[in-house]
């Protein structure tokens, strides 16, 4: 499943050749500062990875690389920090079985094609687990989030 | 012993392990405590404080409603000096493997350590026109088995502190101390035979103490980090480093 608000990003994921039960979360732009939206964005997150992982699916969470700085604001940073948290605990539960939890963190012109190169990658058996691939040039020299 | 702080510090979850021993530091260094809990046990933490000649306002409040929003401000009316600090200690686990997570565990995980967080900085900045906030956050941030919700509600109150950091500079620093295995009554309810196992996985070889995890945050509360923001401070006795 591919769930994503962003047109661009959804058409060039809907192309790969990923498992049935993987699971794309790209993360909403722009998550308003209220609770409220925080809440539901991350709540939609535990439901639909909870489904993949019912089903042994492979999940990649996409979201924004300068949100894990706290750049644009405190709702999409405790979105795209949350979730970044909430994949490595993932895929610590998922090890044992060789299903990847990871997070693709892009940058302001990062390509849609270089991302799906990316999600095809993460979503391999047995492939790298819980880790963050940040792409684009915004993060160097910064914080390691 | 770290600087003065001067002002009211607003300190939750204070009927804790971590929170009271943040109370009693932050007094000793100077702070008008405003200890909120809404646990019973409150009332004995401020008579514990007071009697160690604190300055202290008990709040017994639940910070998920906005009454017990209303009671911090109230809280804060009775207090002679000006809001300098904010500490959000609260927090609560509830785990369990993602699928068998159920729907109410992770909200309310998620609205005790994130949602009162944020509700409780967006209603005190008006009061606030400088001065620090610490985040108490987990090393479960980097991901923790069976922890879904806390491990998430962890890493978002990172996001939280370095969107604010950002925000506020260079009024507001904010920053967040990450505590490992910590010898609180939470860590001590955990069989002794698991809790050996665990304490056997740290490099210091030992839990920390709860004062321990307050100095940090006296630290970063007062001027002696005042070039530090939007940092996480890891008190973990070296465990996010060993197998």
Known sequence: ??????????????????????????????????????????????????????????????????????????????????????????????????????????????????????????????????????LGAEHLGKALP | MTARIDGAAVVTGAAGGIGLAICRRLAAAGATIVAVDMADRLGAAVADLESSGARVIGVQADLTTERGMDAVLAGLDGSPAALRTIV?????????????????????????????????????????????IVNISSRAYLGNFGQFNYSMSKGALVGLTRALALALAPAVRVNAVAPGLIGTEMSMAIPEEVREKMVSAVPLGRMGLPEEVAETVAFLASDDSSYITGEVITVGGGRSLSK
Do not use: K
């Not at chain 1, 591919?2 to 049935?20: F, M, T, V």
């Not at chain 1, 409220?36 to 535990?46: I, Q, S």
């Not at chain 1, 924004?64 to 940073?77: H, T, V």
């Open chain 1, 1 to 134: 499943m591919i769930r994503s608000q962003n047109d661009e990003l959804a058409g060039a994921l809907g192309g790969l050749s990923l498992p049935d039960s993987a699971l794309v979360f790209v993360a909403n732009s722009g998550v308003s500062d209220e609770w409220t939206a925080v809440l539901e964005e991350l709540t939609e997150a535990f439901e639909l990875s909870q489904a993949a992982v019912r089903h042994s699916g492979p999940i990649v969470y996409l979201l924004e690389g300068d949100d894990l700085l706290g750049r644009r604001g405190i709702g999409s940073a405790m979105v795209a920090c949350g979730l970044l948290s909430a994949a490595r605990t993932l895929a610590l539960e998922t090890a044992r079985a060789g299903v990847p939890v990871n997070v693709v963190a892009v940058g302001a012109n990062t390509a849609p094609e270089m991302v799906g190169f990316w999600v095809e990658v993460l979503c391999r058996p047995n492939g790298p687990n819980g880790e963050l691939i940040r």
């Open chain 2, 88 to 132: 959000n200690s609260a927090g609560i686990t509830r785990d369990a493997r993602l699928v068998n997570m159920t729907a109410g565990d992770f909200r309310g995980v998620l609205d005790v350590n994130l949602g009162a967080a944020h509700r409780l900085i967006d209603q005190l900045l008006p009061l606030f026109d400088h001065g620090t």
